[in-house]
């Protein structure tokens, strides 16, 4: 639970950080244009919020990444192959250090939903069963006491 909390909380700032950072490249855009800047100069500070926006992306994916694979390793659950390119792909900003795909997150948090469920599932099972017990015993009671 308090895992969950801590990676929607760093998530949730890593978000704010990247629309931040595309309100900043895009007002510096707005005055570059105002004074009549070069194409080149516009193009360059595109290209240099875009990079600072990938690169906050990036962050976001190791954190999505990492939070499933903890989730999974707690679970028990096979991890997709890191050769599977449709599961993985290479990092972009450090050497070595891979990222789950669409394809991948969904494929782990569909495992993950699915394990959680049959866990839940066994604990309803008992607990309907210990209610209804309860329910005969208190009835039996009541008609031995009557």
Do not use: C, H
Request: proline residues 2%; hydrophobic residues 35%.
């Amino acid at each position: 639970m308090i895992d969950r909390i801590e990676y929607r909380w760093k998530l949730k700032k890593l978000f704010s950080k990247q629309d931040k950072t595309n309100r900043y490249y895009k007002r510096l855009i707005r005055e570059a244009k105002e004074r009549g800047d070069s194409p080149e100069e516009l193009g360059g500070l595109g290209a240099e919020g875009m990079g600072e926006s990938m690169g906050i992306k990036y962050e976001i994916d190791l954190l999505k990444t990492s939070y499933l694979l903890k989730q999974a390793e707690r679970l028990m659950l096979p991890i997709p192959n890191r050769r599977d390119k449709e599961m993985w792909e290479e990092g972009r900003f450090t050497a070595g250090r891979s990222v789950l795909t669409a394809s991948g997150i969904s494929y782990l948090r569909k495992s993950i939903r699915q394990e959680q469920k049959e866990s839940r599932d066994k604990y309803i099972t008992w607990i309907i069963a210990v209610s209804a017990l309860l329910g005969v015993l208190t009835g039996l009671f009541a008609f031995i006491l009557r």
